[in-house]
């Protein structure tokens, strides 16, 4: 059977989203400090490594099969991909893959420079399999909140193209929850050392997410003239985030910065993951505008709340998915000349199902997450030592360095 269109352009898509995790392990490094950037890096590249073979194994099957009350999977029916071999199928499980591996590397943000490696290691397959999987599952794979589900069928199925709620909303709801069990590192708010440490890789990281965006959101295209407008909208959200951003910032502190720009950017592509095929090109612009403007505000929460979210996970991708997902409620264009948001005249009913997938997504990844964050925190122990923290993580995980300064052979900052 020869490869069709669709299909090749779902397999580059496919890499374009790998790359992504890469990207988000430059993003990430840049913003730490100099002597926890390659531990950084290493907890990006092992949630790569750690979901793939999680997704081989089971994941996949979790979110494809026949499942249980609407909830999960069986992780039986494909396990080991065997039954798929000689099926187009593959291309799909492989691309799927590549989102499960982006959701949990996510999190990894709000605990840079405090999480021991091997905690993390071993919260990656368990969070992708109990949080992760369900979610995909009822969402994209036939579940509860399916138009046949038995909450989509009661109050109408919710919008999540490319994964506002399944990726962004379980992602930033996990960060807080590890941010609040881990506790806050040595001198939140304070030391000026917890600044980022290289602006200009946090700006090739950002091109690189931007980038393997279009792959995020327009691998599952189901036309060319679905394709184009989600291209379209993946363009123009995160440079109305990015513009959104850098004016909040100027209001209130009156320079616009590098980091304002780049974070930007990441908000935009939030905003619009879950909304990408479904507004159109001015609704991406006003959505990229709304949450660059709000995704700077509520980075700033958690020094007002005491939460200790290092990267902004929690800040960028819980509020930006958030903003994304219910804007649909407003801005979702009519299908054939029906529903649609408030804005269209489409009633109530879609907004309806937007906030019940944010609060199915919110309470099942806040309680999962808080059983598996907890189980490891009270066994094996999830936070590295005080000597360790603030000699550097690096050092102490790794006995690397991600800078050599004169002969000490020892980056320190």
Not at 52 to 77: C, E, K, N, Q, R
Not at 78 to 93: F, S, Y
Request: net charge negative.
């Amino acid at each position: 059977m020869e490869l069709s269109a669709g299909q090749v352009w779902m397999m580059a898509s496919a890499a374009m989203v790998l790359l992504m995790t890469p990207g988000l392990a430059f993003f990430y490094g840049g913003m730490t400090r100099a002597k926890s950037a390659l531990n950084m890096m290493m907890m990006c590249f092992m949630a790569a490594a750690l979901t793939a073979v999680v997704w081989v194994l089971w994941g996949y099957s979790m979110t494809s099969s026949v499942g249980f009350a609407g909830i999960v999977g069986s992780p039986l029916t494909h396990a080991g991909l065997g039954d798929l071999v000689g099926g187009v199928e593959l291309i799909g499980a492989g691309y799927s893959a590549t989102f499960a591996i982006i959701a949990v590397a996510l999190i990894s943000g709000a605990i840079a420079d405090r999480a021991r490696f091997g905690a993390w290691c071993l919260f990656v397959p368990l969070w992708v399999t109990a949080v992760y999987c369900p979610l995909a599952y009822m969402v994209w794979g036939g579940g509860l909140l399916d138009e046949e589900g038995m909450i989509g069928s009661v109050v109408g199925e919710a919008i999540d193209f490319a994964g506002g709620t399944v990726v962004h909303i379980s992602a930033g709801v996990s960060a807080l929850v590890l941010a609040i069990i881990l506790g806050k590192r040595h001198g939140f708010g304070s030391d000026p050392g917890h600044r980022p440490h290289n602006m200009p890789l946090v700006m090739v990281g950002a091109a690189l997410l931007w980038f393997g965006w279009f792959g995020f959101n327009g691998g599952a295209a189901g036309s060319a003239e679905q394709a184009g407008l989600i291209w379209i909208n993946t363009l123009a959200a995160p440079a109305a985030a990015m513009v959104g951003w850098l004016f909040t910032e100027l209001i209130r502190t009156g320079r616009p910065t590098s980091f304002g720009a780049a974070s930007g950017v990441v908000a935009g592509l939030v905003a619009i993951t879950p909304a990408c095929a479904d507004v159109s090109p001015a609704g991406a612009l006003g959505l990229g505008l709304v949450a660059g403007i709000l995704a700077s505000l509520a980075v700033g929460l958690k020094y007002k709340l005491g939460f200790d979210d290092s990267l902004d996970v929690v800040g960028v991708h819980l509020t930006a998915g958030i903003v994304g997902t219910l804007a649909l409620g407003f801005i979702a264009l009519p299908v054939d000349g029906e529903g649609g948001g408030l804005f269209y005249g489409g009633g109530a009913g879609q907004l309806i199902a937007q906030i019940v997938s944010v609060v199915l997504a919110v309470v099942l990844a806040g309680a999962v997450t808080t059983v598996l964050g907890l189980l490891i925190a009270r066994t094996i122990g999830f936070r590295i030592s005080s000597e360790h923290e603030i000699s550097g993580i690096d050092r102490a995980e790794h006995a690397e360095s991600a800078y050599v300064f004169g002969t000490t052979g020892a980056g320190t900052r």
